[in-house]
């Protein structure tokens, strides 16, 4: 199975950072991605924004809280979660939240252009040593026989 999202937008407010309790940082950001959609008929162009919230957790949190600000271009990977809870009220309440993986920071939307190399960070994966096998012994041919029979010799 697959959960993966990719997000490429402008941040629309500073990024809310905390800490919790167990010293894990934390950030969540809002982007806004935008779609521009043609209509022949009207030769008209259209556009209709989006918002995200995205979640970071640990180094990418760190990341965001030292470079990421409103109006920040950023690229992020991620997975999709939704959550709901009861509020104080008794209100059901649901979200939709982008869990980030990755962050590429492009740059900042008043700057008009893009560094020319966007800083990709991504948060630490465990990683898994690779099974050692064998080198693979090479296959000998069985040995044919000496004499080879003529069809003469053969007893139909």
Known sequence: MIN???????VG?????????????????RIATTERLYNRQTNETTEQTEWHTVVFWRGLADVVDRYVRKGS?????????YRDWQGNDGQRHFTTEITASELKLLGRRADGVSPQQPQQLQQPQQQYAAPQYPAPQPVVAPSTPAAVQDDDDLPF
């Open 4 to 10: 993966k999202v990719i997000l490429v937008g402008n």
């Open 13 to 29: 407010a500073d990024p809310e950072v905390r800490s919790l309790e167990s010293g894990v940082k934390t950030a969540r950001v």
């Open 73 to 81: 271009q950023i690229y992020v990977e991620g997975s999709i979660h």
